[in-house]
């Protein structure tokens, strides 16, 4: 059975992102510096997705700063307090994501928002009234084109554009139906390039669709998928929802043209149901979020392929998936020297969930799953009586 990974960490296994950042903030380094540490990591982190066996992997899910903000940049949603500074755009981002006080200025950051229900936060863009939505970028096109160069086919991951416009903020009273055009048309020419760059899957990601719904938010977000869809030619496009289920849309999700939908089974409490209760298309691919992305456990092998021998009643073909961006986890094991191996074996960081993606995918298709040296040491760890364990508790 193939696998996914909807994001991974770009921080770096010694967070390597941060340091960088700080010295270029600080100018003990200048952009070339900065920028070449980025292609290193991502690098990195492709090599070892691949290696480790990941069939479906992501490329743009690297930001220097915030998957928001990098969308606001490439559609152009960049207000004039910041155009006004005359920068370059490297620094107008940085100017964005942290603010800028010199020569006299003092232009304050973006708001910051929580990014749903993690620990991560996003800056809100800014759509002013005379803001022209266009695709004015190329950062997502040269992160694939650079991954292709490495030998590596990935599937480029953009922030959808429902999900875009309801966390961004409106300049009096505009609404998002204000800019549903300028996005639409913006969409599309993203899906041309990435035709004429010939990448087989695109994935949109569209948290956003987890809240809860309005008849409004559903009409838009069908609004903008029929006439983006219309165009995507022959890339496959992948609709990517995490950090629950989609209990108010997914009748809509199914019938739009998608050929594929990751849907989230850890924190989705219906979404298992809902595919239950409704089906799953038959023209279209389930990635099914099993591969918890947010907590440092090992999974439960067991629990997880049943789940899947439950679904492959339903859906014709199954990717294994996390359930969100491994952005969540730390990096490795391998750099927790203080842990004992006793305390370690309980514990996946993103690296090992990797390993675990490679096992599901394999024992998926297995015959004699219950024989496979991979499962029973896995379920060695889910049988025997929990280390520390505080009966109090």
């Given at each position: 059975?193939?696998?996914?990974?909807?994001?991974?960490?770009?921080?770096?296994?010694?967070r390597?992102?941060?340091?960088?950042?700080?010295?270029?903030?600080?100018?003990?380094?200048g952009?070339?510096?900065?920028?070449e540490?980025?292609?290193?990591?991502?690098?990195?982190?492709?090599t070892?997705?691949?290696?480790?066996?990941?069939?479906?992997?992501?490329?743009?899910?690297?930001?220097?700063?915030?998957?928001m903000?990098?969308?606001?940049?490439?559609?152009?949603?960049?207000?004039?307090?910041?155009?006004?500074?005359?920068?370059?755009?490297?620094?107008?981002?940085?100017?964005?994501?942290?603010?800028?006080?010199?020569?006299?200025?003092?232009?304050?950051?973006?708001?910051?928002?929580?990014?749903?229900?993690?620990?991560?936060?996003?800056?809100?863009?800014?759509?002013e009234?005379?803001?022209?939505?266009?695709?004015?970028?190329?950062?997502?096109?040269?992160?694939?084109?650079?991954a292709k160069?490495?030998?590596?086919?990935?599937?480029?991951?953009?922030?959808?554009?429902?999900?875009?416009?309801?966390?961004?903020?409106?300049?009096?009273?505009?609404?998002?139906?204000?800019y549903?055009?300028?996005?639409?048309?913006?969409?599309?020419?993203?899906?041309?390039?990435?035709?004429?760059l010939?990448?087989?899957?695109?994935?949109f990601?569209?948290?956003?669709?987890?809240?809860?719904?309005t008849?409004?938010?559903?009409t838009?977000?069908?609004?903008?998928?029929?006439?983006?869809?219309?165009?995507?030619?022959?890339?496959?496009?992948l609709?990517q929802t995490?950090?629950g289920d989609?209990?108010?849309?997914?009748?809509?999700?199914?019938?739009?043209?998608?050929?594929?939908?990751?849907?989230?089974?850890?924190e989705?409490?219906?979404?298992?149901?809902?595919?239950?209760?409704?089906?799953?298309?038959?023209?279209k691919?389930?990635?099914?979020?099993?591969?918890?992305?947010?907590?440092?456990?090992?999974?439960?092998?067991k629990?997880?392929?049943?789940t899947i021998?439950?679904?492959?009643?339903?859906?014709?073909?199954?990717?294994?998936?996390?359930?969100?961006?491994?952005?969540?986890?730390?990096?490795?094991?391998?750099?927790?020297?203080?842990?004992?191996?006793?305390?370690?074996?309980?514990?996946?960081?993103?690296?090992?969930?990797?390993?675990?993606?490679?096992?599901?995918?394999?024992?998926?298709?297995?015959?004699?799953?219950?024989?496979?040296?991979?499962?029973?040491?896995?379920?060695?760890i889910?049988?025997?009586e929990?280390?520390?364990?505080?009966?109090?508790?």
């Amino acid at each position: 059975m193939k696998n996914a990974v909807i994001g991974f960490p770009r921080v770096g296994k010694l967070r390597e992102l941060k340091f960088v950042s700080e010295k270029y903030f600080r100018g003990d380094v200048g952009a070339r510096e900065l920028l070449e540490t980025g292609k290193e990591l991502r690098k990195e982190h492709l090599t070892w997705q691949k290696e480790l066996g990941i069939k479906y992997i992501s490329s743009n899910d690297f930001s220097f700063y915030d998957g928001m903000l990098d969308t606001a940049v490439l559609l152009n949603v960049i207000p004039k307090c910041y155009q006004n500074l005359n920068l370059s755009k490297l620094d107008t981002y940085f100017a964005m994501a942290r603010g800028y006080q010199a020569n006299g200025l003092d232009v304050p950051a973006l708001a910051m928002k929580k990014w749903f229900n993690t620990n991560y936060h996003y800056l809100v863009p800014e759509l002013e009234a005379d803001t022209q939505i266009k695709l004015v970028g190329d950062k997502p096109f040269e992160e694939y084109l650079e991954a292709k160069e490495l030998g590596i086919e990935t599937k480029p991951v953009l922030i959808g554009p429902f999900t875009f416009l309801k966390l961004s903020s409106y300049e009096k009273g505009n609404t998002a139906s204000d800019y549903m055009a300028a996005i639409i048309q913006s969409y599309i020419e993203i899906l041309k390039k990435f035709n004429d760059l010939k990448a087989t899957w695109l994935q949109f990601d569209e948290p956003a669709l987890v809240c809860d719904l309005t008849k409004e938010d559903i009409t838009l977000f069908e609004a903008l998928y029929q006439k983006i869809l219309a165009s995507k030619g022959s890339l496959k496009v992948l609709l990517q929802t995490y950090f629950g289920d989609v209990r108010d849309c997914y009748q809509t999700i199914t019938t739009l043209a998608f050929d594929g939908i990751g849907l989230d089974f850890i924190e989705g409490k219906q979404t298992k149901a809902l595919i239950e209760s409704y089906g799953f298309p038959e023209d279209k691919v389930l990635f099914a979020g099993l591969l918890n992305g947010k907590n440092i456990w090992k999974c439960n092998y067991k629990k997880t392929l049943d789940t899947i021998t439950e679904l492959k009643n339903y859906a014709r073909e199954i990717v294994i998936s996390t359930s969100c961006s491994l952005l969540h986890v730390p990096y490795t094991l391998k750099n927790e020297g203080s842990l004992t191996e006793d305390i370690k074996q309980y514990f996946s960081f993103a690296l090992e969930k990797l390993q675990e993606l490679k096992e599901l995918s394999s024992l998926a298709d297995a015959k004699e799953v219950y024989s496979h040296e991979e499962f029973i040491e896995n379920q060695k760890i889910f049988k025997q009586e929990r280390l520390l364990k505080d009966d109090e508790v």
